[in-house]
């Protein structure tokens, strides 16, 4: 059963020249499913994640097509027809995003107590500050830092505690949809590979659904159920995961997939032997 259902979506940026940066997209996203969302930079995966949350703005337009929420709780929401109010209680709430350079997205002059609880106090005015507080350690601690860091300002924090610090964030109030854009970006491989398998293990225990954004395609096929994969506004194709490895349809699809070197040295000549490294640098030193 889906949870979230994007139908012939389409965005411009209404500039001199009007840019089709997103072109009568169709997705739907499972319950407790990672979907995917691979592409090179600039093809629309951001302008999508933005407009499935409502947080366009000029030039951006929506041209055509809508975005459906179905809750858990069984109603449908068109998030076309949410405004004010009820648009902010909404986002939060329900659908939650980790934002591209999340984790300079802290504020350097508050604590991340403060930055946690303010989640709370605008969404759930009626827990006491204790509740609060022991809300923001619990969040802290499920995506694996220590509650003690809730005293420390962003600057104290490595860049892999401040990406777990706004993925809390983004879980404090149980969403049934978790957008991430580039999470793991600027990270080093070691924290991207702690961080993803923190997300793993948070979908498995709080059974939410992951739009996950990326450019890193091989990154996707280790962790997502289906992947779509986005070019010049479009979806050029959507596959299970295992399916879009082995069997690859569309031809842009196949060149993502060649161009990433292989361990092996299959795919061109990106591998090195120590023998031919030396012989580099004797030549070097002789000349």
Not at 91 to 99: C, G, Q, Y
Request: charge should be negative.
């Amino acid at each position: 059963m889906s949870v979230l259902s994007i139908e012939n979506l389409s965005i411009d940026y209404r500039a001199e020249t009007t840019v089709h940066a997103v072109r009568e997209v169709s997705l739907t996203l499972e319950r407790g499913e990672i979907l995917g969302l691979a592409g090179e930079s600039g093809c629309g995966k951001s302008t999508l994640a933005y407009a499935i949350t409502r947080l366009l703005k000029p030039p951006a337009a929506i041209t055509g097509g809508r975005v459906v929420f179905s809750s858990r709780e069984g109603y449908d929401i068109d998030l076309s027809s949410l405004a004010g109010d009820d648009l902010r209680a909404f986002r939060w709430d329900k659908i939650a995003m980790v934002f591209q350079g999340a984790m300079n997205s802290l504020n350097p002059v508050l604590r991340i107590s403060e930055q946690l609880e303010d989640v709370f106090i605008t969404h759930r005015p009626e827990l006491s500050k204790a509740d609060r507080r022991a809300r923001c350690a619990d969040l802290l601690e499920r995506v694996g830092v220590d509650r003690d860091r809730l005293r420390a300002y962003p600057h104290e924090l490595s860049g892999g505690m401040r990406q777990r610090v706004m993925i809390a964030m983004a879980l404090a109030l149980e969403p049934q949809v978790l957008i991430m854009d580039e999470p793991t970006t600027a990270l080093d491989v070691v924290v991207q590979r702690e961080i993803l398998r923190e997300i793993t293990r948070l979908r498995s225990e709080l059974g939410f659904a992951v739009v996950f954004i990326t450019h890193d395609l091989p990154l996707l096929l280790e962790i997502s159920d289906r992947i779509a994969v986005m070019r010049a506004g479009l979806i050029v194709e959507l596959d299970d995961a295992l399916t879009l490895y082995t069997k690859p349809k569309h031809p842009y699809t196949k060149r993502l997939l060649s161009s990433f070197p292989s361990l092996t040295g299959e795919r061109g000549g990106f591998v090195r032997t120590g023998e031919i490294a030396l012989e580099e640098t004797d030549q070097t030193v002789e000349a």
